[in-house]
């Protein structure tokens, strides 16, 4: 089975893009993030058209996750148990996180808040929420069902993740604390399963609009796939698509894509 990640930034703005590359690389699950779309705005019509039932968790705002499955899709959980609100400890939770049982496997689609700066309150918020996520996956990665918490993550694991490491002193994505919480998530029993390439030395999955640093590979790996060891065991392949991040209109991220002996 094949099963993929992808940050469309924008669902309604990218979905021709969108339904072509359904098409063409036929994934049996998607994750996406940063839908920006409302529930009743999804476009549920055109990907069932394709064979794909959705399960989509968003307000229209920036955020938004979705689970796309032409496996089913059983035991739907919206939002992540225990998550922080922000800005206020009142304030309704983000749609930041959905998950489901496909076919053989179970995953959640994960959308982490990207901490601005880390003297912002929105950093020690995405601790916060790596520091739920961490304890709201844990029953999954230890159990044995096959399962992946995957999508954009927002932080480089290591500084070969990011095309210049002295580019990002003092920023968000790289700091101690945002990758102590990955090395959390894999304490919980999770692997990051890192993909090819496909092009030059480095499977980047970001690269932002300015400058043209897509065509300078100026990227970072921020869009990952952790599982647990019955998903790890069963990987045949992976790889980042820098095919769908080229042509008019793309979105900032490309997808992984994730070949299952399953």
Known sequence: MRLAT?????IIARLPR???WL????????CLQETKCSDDS????DLRHRGYAAAAHGDGRWNGVAILSRLGLDDVVEGLPGAPSFPEPDSPAEARAVTATCGPIRVSSVYVPNGREPADPHYS???????????AVAGAAAGPTPFAVLGDFNVAPADDDVWDPSAFVGSTHVTEPERAALAALRDRGLHDVVPRPMKYDRPFTYWDYRAGMFHKNMGMRIDLV???GGLV???EDAYVDREARKGKGPSDHAPVVIDLKL
């Open 23 to 30: 098409e063409q690389v036929q994934p049996d699950v998607l």
């Open 6 to 10: 992808w940050n469309v930034n924008s």
């Open 226 to 228: 952790y599982g647990n």
């Open 233 to 235: 065991a069963a990987v």
């Open 125 to 135: 918020y995405k601790l916060r929420w790596l520091s739920a996520l961490c304890d």
């Open 18 to 20: 969108l339904l072509e």
């Open 42 to 45: 999804f476009p549920s019509a």
